[in-house]
């Protein structure tokens, strides 16, 4: 896994929804004009640009305290 794929892929529902899913596990569901738009970004940006969306969409992004978390005696 490179940095820029963060585990994210979608799928098209016959019904027009988008699932987003994260490591195969369903994350979000876009219906309607969410689903629409979603799918016109995801077209026009790059692979990074689509994972960073998914995980905006989500709520499971970087926050910026990884490497310090990493360093704590509890996730060693």
């Known amino acids: ?5 963060l585990g994210f892929t979608h799928r ?3 019904t027009g929804e988008v ?3 994260h490591r195969g596990a369903l994350a979000a ?3 309607g ?3 629409q738009e979603f799918l016109a970004e ?3 940006g790059s692979g ?3 994972q960073q969306l998914m995980a905006r969409l989500t709520g499971n992004y970087k926050r910026g305290n990884e490497k ?3 360093r704590h005696p509890r996730n060693r």
């Open 48 to 50: 990074a640009d689509a």
């Open 42 to 44: 995801v077209a026009e």
């Open 12 to 14: 098209t529902r016959k």
């Open 33 to 35: 004009v969410a689903a």
């Open 1 to 5: 896994m490179s940095d820029t794929d």
């Open 68 to 70: 310090l978390a990493a």
């Open 19 to 21: 699932q987003v899913l």
């Open 29 to 31: 569901t876009l219906r």
